[in-house]
């Protein structure tokens, strides 16, 4: 059952998505907002103002009237860390690590290369960020592996195979954290960019060196499967070896093994649109995608494709600031 405490913090929890898209709101701006009485509205906001988790001045709307109190949002009183694992195509490993405030404003920004990146300096990193800024409120760590339950499997990594980082992070930090798959923040930002509610997005990511996967959403829900396994097209049987596969789409040979990919995920989830990433793929070789994939499938049943390269980095941040917003919005009743 919902006792009042639980109503209480829907309640608050119904303000915070408001503020956190910014502007400025009154009492009676909010209440008309998300439903709520004035009188609901006005006592949570005074408590929000009270805790510096909001700011106010009293002002007369329109320049007429009594003053009223406008509320926004204080940007000083948490901000979310952001980190992100990464291999690139000549093996050398990049730790990202960004800093935002609950408006999705950039606050610090570190990128650092290693020969060889453990857990230990991972953490070591998040906990000298957390020390700086004392005020993180939840932490979020993309990384280029399947995470299972926390522990991180098929990893591009080899020092990060096994390694159960979520656990190990969390005995050393009282922050709440969420750790998933790079790619799943990349097309949960796409999704959100291009305002999709209902429908499936697909993102195809394939860089040089490296099996090529998908990530996916449908109806506003990241699709993670059993195991965080859902995705892993590199993982179908094409009739070669893991090897083989890599040098043929590195040698940019290897859109038939893509298109078997493409062709899969179309009959499996029969996306709205499937976007790709990477620097294996370009417009010609899209094409060429589209065309074998065609071949299969009636015209009206084939998603949009599109290449987004130079947008997904913006796409992976913005992934982590949305599912932020939204695990700081999740309550257990």
Known sequence: MIDSSDVR?????????????????????MALEIGL????????????EENCEVLSEKRQLN?????????????????I????????????????????????????????????LDAETI????????????????????????VDNGVIRLSDIPELENVPLESMIKEKINIPIY??????????????????????LTLFYCMKNVLPGTASVSCGKILKGKNGFAGMTGYIPYGMSFDDQIKLIAGGKGSHVISHAISSTI????????????????NKMMEDIFKECIGHFPDEFMP?????????????????YQLAIELKNTIEI
């Open 123 to 146: 953490i070591d990193r998040i906990i000298d960020f957390t020390v700086l800024y004392s005020n993180i409120s939840i932490i979020l760590v993309g990384i280029s592996s399947i």
């Open 63 to 79: 320049g007429v009237g009594r003053s009223t109190s406008v509320f926004r949002i204080n940007e000083q009183y948490e901000s």
């Open 267 to 282: 009959a499996v989830l029969n996306p709205d649109e499937i976007i790709f990433a990477g620097n294996v793929i370009d």
């Open 37 to 48: 009485s004035s009188a609901t509205c006005n006592t949570l906001l005074n408590e929000m």
């Open 304 to 320: 949009k494709f599109r290449l987004i390269d130079d947008e997904v980095d913006s796409f992976y941040l913005e992934g982590m």
């Open 179 to 200: 750790l998933a798959y790079d790619c799943q923040y990349r097309v949960y930002g796409a999704y959100k960019k291009y305002k999709y509610e209902k429908e499936t």
């Open 81 to 116: 860390l952001c980190v992100k694992v990464e291999i690139n195509s000549d093996g050398h490993r990049k730790l990202w690590i960004e800093v935002l405030s609950m408006l999705g404003n950039r606050l610090c920004h570190e990128k650092r290369a290693y020969k060889k």
């Open 9 to 29: 913090k829907l309640n608050l929890n119904q303000i915070r998505s408001v503020m956190w898209r910014g502007g400025e709101h009154t009492k009676q701006s």
